[in-house]
């Protein structure tokens, strides 16, 4: 059981470049989610989703698409990627979306642009 | 407006206890999460509480009181591995998506 499995690791990118990250969860969760953390600034929410075929933004969606094809899956892409965008993105995942259950995090990507 | 709001930074001996600390101020309360990070890695779940009192699980603990918006993560018998950043989460409405995350307390344990 991997659990949440991010790639990749790393990435440096140059302003104006695009990329997916990439996300999958072999626990056959159906909430899954996209955060980024910057120092001093807390874990904020990009996207979510509540099952394959339905996504929605989170609290800081400009900059950044999702799609959920499988229940597994869920990539985030960045389009043209800015200094802004310069952060550690984790992916998660939830059994379901209530109160008691706690997400279960990927181990992150750091993403530079420069 | 919604704010959670933790200690920046603590630092304790191993072998003692410490108490961090988490209050919060939310349009709804479905449930407080705290969860461990580790330098470089990612968030781990600890501790769940919905109902005021003390949820014991080996030698950590939390605590809830919900009149007074307050919760604590108590370790006990610090070990230097405890050294992470601990993070409080607020669920302000019955779905996972609403969670409002506190900034996290980094902890240090000296020998």
């Known amino acids: 059981n991997a659990g949440v499995t991010q790639t990749p690791k790393f990435r440096i990118l140059k302003i104006g470049q695009s990329m997916t990250l990439q996300c999958t969860q072999d626990?056959?969760?159906?909430?899954m989610y996209w955060y980024r953390q910057d120092p001093g600034m807390g874990l904020k929410l990009i996207y979510y989703?509540?099952?394959?075929?339905?996504?929605d933004k989170g609290e800081v969606p400009n900059g950044y698409n999702v799609s959920r094809s499988t229940t597994e899956d869920f990539p985030l892409r960045l389009e043209l990627a800015a200094p802004s965008q310069t952060s550690v993105y984790f992916c998660?995942?939830?059994?379901?979306?209530?109160?008691?259950?706690?997400?279960?995090f990927g181990n992150g990507t750091r993403l530079t642009v420069t | 407006g919604q704010n959670i709001d933790q200690p920046t930074e603590m630092t304790a001996t191993e072998g003692a206890i410490v108490q961090i600390n988490c209050t919060y101020q939310?349009?709804?309360?479905?449930?407080l999460f705290w969860y461990q990070q580790h330098a470089g890695e990612a968030p781990t779940f600890l501790s769940y509480?919905?109902l005021d009192g003390l949820e014991e699980k080996g030698r950590f603990s939390s605590f809830l009181s919900r009149s007074k918006g307050y919760s604590y993560l108590l370790l006990k018998e610090l070990q230097m591995k405890d050294s992470a950043s601990y993070l409080c989460?607020?669920?302000?409405?019955?779905?996972?998506?609403?969670?409002?995350w506190g900034l996290g307390t980094s902890l240090a344990v000296n020998p």
């Open positions: 939310t349009s709804g309360f479905n449930g």
């Open positions: 626990m056959n969760h159906n909430y």
């Open positions: 998660a995942s939830s059994l379901t979306g209530g109160e008691n259950s706690p997400l279960h």
């Open positions: 509480n919905v």
């Open positions: 989703s509540v099952g394959a075929g339905i996504t």
């Open positions: 989460a607020v669920n302000g409405a019955g779905n996972n998506r609403k969670l409002i």
